[in-house]
């Protein structure tokens, strides 16, 4: 069953080999898309190799439209944009994933029907089927070697959907999670080494002294410690004042 | 020859399959990237399955640095990013991939080398491995089927280095002016404080002292520690020692 989030159709267009039928099912699912439209694939449909290929997302090759060509394949979408090496003369606005991503996720909020075209894996789209798109998708590789394959195009694609989802911070940070000692055990704890190696004759010669301890202190207060690297810490040198106090 | 323009070493840690390894140097190369590192790969080196899924990519292999071990392949690095689906209990910042890019690019700019650990196919890194990083980074999957590949991760991360090319925000200015350790500091850090702690009895009980030194390896390795920072707390520790052996 499909999932009941909003989201864009990927319209694979004439796709050659199963596998890569398979592994954009693959790539689609990893980024939680699940609408896969097909138009004629080269070589029939179903086809035993995408099933093989799809293992675990193999519920989107069941459930995925196949139609004879991309206007019958895009017909209830208010939205088209196709991915592209090249914009090959066509006057078409380009985007970058992330943008075209964000617009996706602005139209379909706003209720359209979004689908994206994807190109057969040598050739890639025909300008014909360019022309029925109202935008193109340019991603930004190496112009040296650009040789993105369908599924990698797909994963793209894909990874920019997903980001452009609201639930999908720039950054997550586990360690606002963590449990961050306050500014009196951090001073606690440059105390307690102070006391130590001052005993343990660390803070020489005397004119150097005073210049040790202050940067001892900021070396301390400057690391992102938690509670429990302050126990740690505090842990280390007693276990050393003990060594000493065995004297073994 | 290796491009000229500062960038992130890519390391692929103990992959099995040379396919993979072909895969991710095309993925590489896809968005510009040509330092590639191996530590131990399964099959040996090189592997003639790994050139022949590099066509156009190859060059990476025949450059790529081999090391035994991540500790070896990271030395030189002054911060070092683990792709990881989960952060298993490590305190540490977890980066989306735009982030990690960012960062990687704010830090390689300011002169630092940056590396990035993708842990094998099927285990991914290892608790130790992920000890020895500054960070983690977390591609935003679909909870229900997490499962990108080596090279689609390595592609995922490629794409965002190369946007993070675009929009570099001069942060962190006064702290890139740090002489900030290498790798192999931390390390013999890590190395020295174990070293003598075991010998101090720190590490009890017994079937606590494994969690214990991974613990005390993930502290150093998520502290920003300058050179000179390094050299204070081998001082702290060889004073402490010094103080046993007077027995004073």
């Known amino acids: 069953m499909p999932t009941d989030t909003p ?59 196949l139609t004879a060509d991309v206007a019958e394949a895009v017909a209830d979408c208010h939205f088209v944009m196709a991915t592209t090496a090249r914009a090959r003369g066509l006057t078409k606005p380009v985007f970058s994933p992330e943008r075209a991503m964000q617009v996706a996720a602005e139209r379909i909020a706003a209720g359209e029907r979004v689908a994206v075209l994807f190109g057969p894996e040598r050739a890639g789209l025909e300008n014909e089927d360019i022309a029925k798109a109202n935008a193109i998708i340019n991603v930004p590789v190496n112009p040296d070697f650009p040789s993105l394959n369908l599924a990698q195009c797909v994963l793209l694609t894909g990874y920019e959907w997903r980001r452009a989802q609201g639930a999908i911070t720039p950054e997550r940070v586990d360690m606002a999670r963590a449990d961050w000692a306050e500014q009196i055990e951090i001073e606690k704890l440059a105390d307690h080494y102070e006391a130590r190696l001052s005993e343990a004759g660390f ?32 842990g280390v040198l007693r276990q050393m004042v003990r060594w000493k106090d065995r004297g073994d």
């Open 7 to 65: 989201q864009p159709a990927f319209v694979l267009v004439r796709p050659q080999m199963g596998e890569n039928i398979g592994a954009a099912a693959r790539a689609m699912w990893n980024f939680g898309l699940d609408r896969m439209r097909l138009v004629a694939p080269r070589d029939g449909w179903p086809n035993p190799k995408a099933v093989a290929m799809a293992s675990g997302a193999g519920r989107l090759l069941d459930e995925a439209q």
């Open 203 to 234: 803070f020489f010669p005397e004119h150097k002294a005073e210049g040790m301890r202050l940067n001892l202190r900021n070396m301390w207060s400057r690391m992102p410690l938690t509670r429990a690297d302050v126990q740690t810490l505090h």
